[in-house]
């Protein structure tokens, strides 16, 4: 165990780090940069002619070379892919070098070194390659004691004797002149193997069907979207297309022409406010009824309960009546006086759901440590922020994605409410009402099914990379608090 | 500092109007400077007397002064206390530097001079080392040590300690024991203890408090009580093993066991209750004999087993006192170290 290569190993790990969000960056910018020169279908009379979208040979000039749609629908394919790749992989070596102590060195990980080093080669990284490939020769001398001179000396010799070890003869053991009791266990043994080995490969299969069977509607979603007209309606669907062929000017159709980029800022803007008072709301209220004494707590809290098997459905209309013209006058005015914004959030602001499952951790915290901030000075308020928080905080986490995830996917209430007003209540719509509303149908009567299932892929790709990224928390979440998801 | 608690009474009312008496009418004066214990069995109001002495718990009568201010109705913070709970209390989150900061910081002390008490504090306690550490990356002893160099960082008029050893392993609770006590006596700070360990409470403390239903026993110092027990729930609490009881009448001045006379009392005719500590016993010849029923021989003592008035009572004696196979003995005791206690009140009749 020499501590110093351990040390030295981190360290050109972290130097690669650099290096790899730089590569990450400049793919970023260049996918941005190529994905602003796709050249969209003419608009006319106020409407974008989106049939000859596919049958459009535009030619690009960038860095000096002229690129048809074909080269250039290539070249971002290349760079998505090195998005995909190497996004994760940086998050995951991060995470990994940051916890790994000097035990876990072994073997595997000089070989995971260099086998990242070779994704390095294929993603143009040559920095992160060379950073990579010294470090595998740092790990081998931490883990094997040889140089990289002995340890290429080393190979044929290890070749050799793997050879040699296949090639040794099995001693069979003649089973006749066994008493009976070691000839059963042999058996029994046997018997074991076999169970094992058909047992491990029945849960893989398994296994390997079901997340197909998963993974196919996506797959098949993000394929389509990227086909062109012809291929997604055609009668016999290519299950694999060339990347040449994808098609990225649908995202970009989608997100302009379409107005989906508006609907994402909108959607956002929901999320974002509505989730910041709903921590704020039920961290307050979950804090009274765990803490603080009052007369008729537990009453209010059971009310609080009570309307929780009311659905969500009943009070849309009276909610609505609230918010329109007869009550606060938010929605329903003449045009420019609305509040679209206001009516999808406020009445999102709280959720006692939350409330509930939040309180339930706060009481988990034990009532000494409140007595103890009290002899210590500390205020209600401060031992709320300083002390509850803190340690509740993955709770407070799961909350804000859960519900981050439920106003991503409200449909009803901001359906009703940007279905009043006309054009001004369209320009609120949120994305899931825009899945929904958006004429994606042509003048010829032609439904654009490409680009619609572009805008699905646009809304359900940043769920999925959330849910991927914090799929603990959530798990957790839905398992104790038993509602939403 | 001086603390004195007059008429301390706390009444709990649940949800029904049920009244539960937790302390009653408790008149104690801990002089300045020293360690007393609250002992008592579990439920006794033993926490419930220490919280109202830190204020979070209010009084439902009578008067807490330190020193000459009536601190009553003043809140926890502004009565200059550190308080040790049973379980610590640490905040999980923060690192122990960060623990024993944060009373400092709701007081505003400036930064630098609260960095510096921290760090002495934590070397009086002995965990310089570990400031770096969360709570949950040290030993039971350790954060101990925390809880008491959080409570300690305030410069507080009075340490309360509540069980703050009930966590820890025998041996470690042994050393925390004698830490606490040099703790103590370095900082010269008025500390009440709470414990249900009547050892623990012995060794520790410079007098104790022993309490039963809310209600003060007595108040002494350990090895006076010990000797001199004012009624029969000290004596039966303090000892171990517990001190032998049963009943015995009196007749013409003599206190009667087994039908015989066994020593001369200076008390009316009656039934009494007498208390005789089984390590008090002495074997000699000439002494009361008895009929040895069971004997146990644990090392330096031997146990003996046998009966007054039909019940069963211990005597430790002296292992060489006793031969194999003997089955009569003479006991004797020394007549201070006989108690009688009245029938009715439980109240000491010839001792204290």
């Known amino acids: 165990m020499d501590k110093q290569l351990f040390q030295k190993s981190k360290k050109i790990e972290k130097i690669t780090f650099i290096f790899d969000l730089l590569a990450i960056v400049t793919y970023i910018a260049l996918f941005l940069i190529l994905f602003n020169l796709l050249e969209l279908p003419p608009v006319i009379n106020g409407r974008m002619n989106l049939d000859i979208l596919q049958f459009m040979t535009p030619t690009y000039e960038f860095l000096g070379s002229n690129l048809d749609k074909w080269q250039m629908n290539s070249i971002i394919s290349i760079l998505v892919i090195f998005m995909v790749v190497a996004v994760p992989m940086f998050v995951i070596n991060v995470k990994k070098n940051n916890t790994r102590t000097i035990y876990e060195i072994d073997s595997y990980v000089a070989t995971s070194k260099f086998v990242q080093a070779m994704i390095n080669v294929l993603s143009f990284n040559f920095i ?11 790990l081998i001398k931490f883990v094997k004691g040889y140089n990289a001179k002995e340890f290429f000396k080393s190979i044929p010799g290890a070749i050799r004797a793997k050879i040699a070890k296949m090639k040794e003869k099995k001693v069979v053991i003649d089973e006749e002149n066994l008493d009976s009791y070691s000839a059963s266990l042999k058996k029994s043994i046997r018997r074991q193997t076999t169970v094992h080995v058909f047992r491990l490969f029945g849960t893989y299969l398994f296994l390997v069907t079901m997340a197909l069977i998963i993974i196919i509607p996506f797959y098949w979603m993000v394929l389509t979207s990227l086909k062109d007209f012809t291929g997604a309606t055609t009668n016999n669907p290519e299950f694999f297309i060339g990347i040449s062929r994808w098609n990225w000017v649908n995202y970009k159709v989608v997100l302009t022409a379409l107005n989906f980029g508006v609907y994402i800022k909108n959607t956002v803007i929901v999320a974002v406010f509505s989730t910041i008072g709903t921590i704020f709301t039920t961290v307050l209220a979950a804090y009274a009824f ?42 329903g005015m003449p045009t420019g006086q609305n509040q679209y914004f206001l009516a999808m959030i406020i009445p999102f602001v709280t959720s006692i759901s939350y409330i509930f499952f939040l309180r339930q951790n706060f009481k988990q915290i034990p009532e000494s440590l409140y007595k103890a901030a009290r002899v210590d000075g500390c205020s209600d308020f401060k031992y709320l922020t300083r002390v509850m928080v803190p340690i509740a905080s993955p709770t407070i986490f799961t909350i804000t994605i859960l519900n981050v995830f439920s106003s991503w996917n409200a449909y009803i209430w901001p359906r009703i409410i940007t279905g009043v007003g006309g054009v001004e209540g369209q320009q609120y719509w949120l994305i899931s009402n825009a899945l929904r509303d958006t004429a994606f149908v042509q003048e010829s009567g032609r439904v654009m099914y490409n680009l619609q299932i572009a805008a699905s892929a646009l809304v359900t790709v940043p769920l999925l990379i959330v849910f991927f990224a914090f799929r603990k928390y959530i798990m957790n979440g839905i398992g104790r608090s038993g509602t939403k998801g | 500092m001086e603390l004195r608690l007059e008429n301390l009474t706390k009444i709990f009312t649940n949800k029904n109007g049920q009244e539960t008496l937790a302390v009653d009418a408790l008149d104690i004066t801990i002089e300045s400077g020293t360690l007393v214990a609250l002992l008592g069995p579990s439920g006794c109001g033993k926490s419930t007397t220490l919280f109202m002495i830190a204020g979070l718990v209010k009084p439902t009568a009578g008067k807490i002064f330190f020193g000459e201010d009536d601190v009553t109705k003043l809140a926890p913070e502004k009565r200059g206390i550190g308080l040790v709970f ?12 960060k623990n024993i900061l944060f009373p400092l910081e709701n007081m505003d002390v400036p930064r630098d001079e609260a960095f510096e008490r921290v760090k002495d504090m934590a070397n009086l306690v002995g965990i ?20 008491i160099a959080r409570a300690l960082v305030k410069k507080p008029r009075v340490l309360l300690l509540d069980e703050p050893l009930s966590n820890l392993d025998a041996r470690l609770r042994l050393q925390m ?40 026993q007595q108040y002494d110092a350990p090895q006076d009580m010990y000797n001199q027990p004012g009624n029969l729930f000290v ?5 171990n093993p517990p001190i032998n009881s049963f009943e015995a009448n009196v007749k013409n001045k003599q206190l009667i066991i087994n039908g015989k006379e066994f020593m001369k009392v200076n008390l009316p005719d009656g039934e009494y209750f007498v208390g005789m500590r089984p390590e008090n016993f002495r074997a000699k010849s000439d002494g009361f004999i008895v009929d040895i029923k069971e004997i146990f021989h644990i090392g330096r003592d031997t146990m003996i087993h046998f009966d007054f008035n039909n019940t069963n009572i211990r005597a430790l004696v002296d292992s060489d006192s006793i031969e194999e196979g003997q089955n009569k003995v003479g006991l004797t005791i020394k007549p201070d170290r006989v108690y009688i206690f009245d029938k009715e009140t439980g109240k000491v009749l010839n001792n204290g």
Do not use: C
């Open chain 2, 177 to 216: 024991r004698e830490e606490i006590k040099r703790i103590q006596r370095e900082t010269g700070i008025t500390t009440v203890f709470v414990t249900h360990d009547q050892e623990e409470a012995m060794s520790i403390s410079d007098k104790m408090v022993v309490l039963d239903f809310g209600k003060e």
């Open chain 2, 235 to 239: 004596a039966k609490f303090l000892g």
């Open chain 2, 128 to 147: 310089g080392e570990l400031l770096d550490r969360k709570p949950s990356q040290l030993s039971g002893g350790q954060q101990q040590r925390v809880a």
């Open chain 1, 128 to 138: 992160s390659t060379g950073l990579r490939i010294y470090n595998t020769f740092v």
């Open chain 2, 86 to 97: 049973q379980n610590y209390a640490l905040y999980p989150h923060m690192t122990v530097f």
């Open chain 1, 290 to 331: 765990a803490r603080i004494e009052f007369k008729g707590r537990e009453v209010l809290f059971s009310i609080l309960i009570m309307t929780m098997m009311i659905p969500g459905e009943l009070y849309i209309i009276t909610n609505f009546i609230t918010v329109s013209r007869n009550g606060l006058g938010w929605v």
